[in-house]
């Protein structure tokens, strides 16, 4: 008797044979638009962010061997994209389809570093007038080309997007007020995001329609074929014109002169304190070697008159003694005079 594990594995078995199959692999798929890299692009042909958007979709669907998915991707090129993939067949034999997208990325992507794109996305904010899913739609973009710089991990996306979304959106927007009143800023998955967006908007429209007012004064439209690079107002702040870019770019370097000056009159002043502190030791070290040789001097000249161990005796002035009125000496008095006694003759003032 033939089980269920049997018949299992016969179709898994019809299964692999037919995409296997040169008919299953060409069947029931989708071809990517034409690219070929010409500026302006031509007519009929789409942007390299937006085929390579498609691409990168493509590639990862796509159920067939590595063979058939260069194939896939080298049947949509001409022109420039078609001699990019060919140069680089030539440097590298052992080439996937990844590593075509990756060549057609540098060649025809976006020049800047995932840093700056990073910059960038962290300072594009939302127009006076335009809708949340709009303004998403712009972070959306500039966030792909962070992906593809590998300048942020993709499973921090959704935090990302929202940090941003919180960030950069009007204080005022009404879809933003209710979202943080209805989320409690809490992080949201992109699916999360978008529906509350969408509901908060149409239920927006609804109320304020049935009065006749307008939830956005001044509805922007969204080209979806222009680029960032095509129009750099998408990108930044709105309020901030190219006159005042001036005028910032202007004080930040007149606060750098300031700066610099400040450093240079600095490093002066810490020249002249070394200078003084050195000749300050040098007048201390001067002044020690001066007591040094009076001490010398002084010990020299105790040494030379020498210490006599005999009492010395006290000097008494000659007033306290008497005076002698007969030879009018001092040290006796007349009753002990020794020439009163040896008769001899007195001298007479």
Same mark, same amino acid.
């Given at each position: 008797?033939?089980?269920?594990?049997?018949?299992?594995?016969?179709?898994?078995?019809?299964?692999?044979?037919? *995409?296997?199959?040169?008919?299953?692999?060409?069947?029931?798929?989708?071809? +990517?638009?034409?690219?070929?890299?010409?500026?302006?692009?031509?007519?009929?042909?789409?942007?390299?962010?937006?085929?390579?958007?498609?691409?990168?979709?493509?590639?990862?669907?796509?159920?067939?061997?590595?063979?058939?998915?260069?194939? *896939?991707?080298?049947?949509?090129?001409?022109?420039?994209?078609?001699?990019?993939?060919?140069?680089?067949? &030539?440097?590298?034999?052992?080439?996937?389809? +990844?590593?075509?997208?990756?060549?057609?990325?540098?060649?025809?992507?976006?020049?800047?570093?995932?840093?700056?794109?990073?910059?960038?996305?962290?300072?594009?904010?939302? /127009?006076?007038?335009? /809708?949340?899913?709009?303004?998403?739609?712009? +972070?959306? /973009?500039?966030?792909?080309?962070?992906?593809?710089?590998?300048?942020?991990?993709?499973?921090?996306?959704?935090?990302?997007?929202?940090?941003?979304?919180?960030?950069?959106? &009007?204080?005022?927007?009404?879809?933003?007020?209710?979202?943080?009143? *209805?989320?409690?800023? %809490? =992080?949201?998955?992109?699916?999360?995001?978008?529906?509350?967006?969408?509901?908060?908007?149409?239920? +927006?429209?609804?109320?304020?329609?049935?009065?006749?007012? %307008?939830?956005?004064?001044?509805?922007?439209?969204?080209?979806?074929?222009?680029?960032?690079?095509?129009?750099?107002?998408?990108?930044? =702040?709105?309020?901030?014109?190219?006159?005042?870019?001036?005028?910032?770019?202007?004080?930040?370097?007149?606060?750098?002169?300031?700066?610099?000056?400040?450093?240079?009159?600095?490093?002066?002043?810490?020249?002249?304190?070394?200078?003084?502190?050195?000749?300050?030791?040098?007048?201390?070290?001067?002044?020690?070697?001066?007591?040094?040789?009076?001490?010398?001097?002084?010990?020299?000249?105790?040494?030379?008159?020498?210490?006599?161990?005999?009492?010395?005796?006290?000097?008494?002035?000659?007033?306290?003694?008497? *005076?002698?009125?007969?030879?009018?000496?001092?040290?006796?008095?007349?009753?002990?005079?020794?020439?009163?006694?040896?008769?001899?003759?007195?001298?007479?003032?």
């Amino acid at each position: 008797m033939i089980g269920p594990e049997f018949i299992a594995a016969i179709g898994d078995l019809v299964v692999k044979c037919q *995409r296997a199959h040169p008919s299953y692999i060409s069947f029931g798929y989708r071809k +990517l638009e034409k690219f070929s890299g010409n500026l302006p692009t031509p007519a009929g042909e789409e942007t390299f962010e937006e085929w390579v958007e498609q691409a990168m979709q493509a590639l990862d669907e796509w159920d067939v061997s590595e063979a058939q998915k260069k194939q *896939r991707i080298t049947e949509s090129l001409k022109g420039p994209a078609s001699e990019a993939v060919r140069n680089l067949k &030539l440097s590298k034999r052992d080439c996937t389809a +990844l590593d075509y997208l990756n060549i057609l990325q540098e060649v025809f992507g976006r020049t800047e570093k995932a840093a700056e794109l990073m910059y960038q996305y962290e300072h594009t904010y939302q /127009k006076r007038g335009e /809708k949340m899913t709009e303004y998403m739609r712009r +972070l959306d /973009k500039i966030l792909y080309q962070v992906l593809l710089k590998k300048g942020t991990d993709p499973t921090t996306v959704d935090q990302v997007r929202m940090r941003q979304i919180l960030k950069g959106a &009007l204080p005022l927007d009404p879809v933003m007020l209710q979202l943080r009143t *209805r989320e409690g800023n %809490k =992080e949201l998955n992109y699916l999360e995001l978008i529906r509350v967006v969408r509901e908060e908007e149409a239920l +927006l429209e609804e109320k304020l329609g049935k009065r006749g007012e %307008k939830v956005y004064a001044q509805p922007i439209e969204y080209n979806e074929c222009s680029s960032d690079e095509e129009d750099p107002e998408e990108t930044y =702040e709105p309020e901030i014109t190219q006159k005042s870019s001036n005028q910032v770019y202007g004080e930040i370097q007149k606060t750098l002169a300031r700066v610099q000056e400040a450093q240079v009159k600095m490093e002066q002043t810490h020249t002249d304190l070394c200078r003084t502190i050195l000749k300050v030791v040098e007048m201390q070290t001067e002044i020690l070697k001066s007591l040094s040789d009076i001490r010398t001097a002084a010990v020299a000249v105790v040494s030379d008159r020498g210490f006599s161990n005999e009492p010395q005796e006290e000097s008494v002035p000659s007033s306290s003694w008497g *005076r002698c009125f007969a030879c009018r000496e001092f040290g006796h008095f007349k009753a002990q005079c020794p020439e009163r006694r040896q008769g001899g003759s007195l001298y007479v003032p």
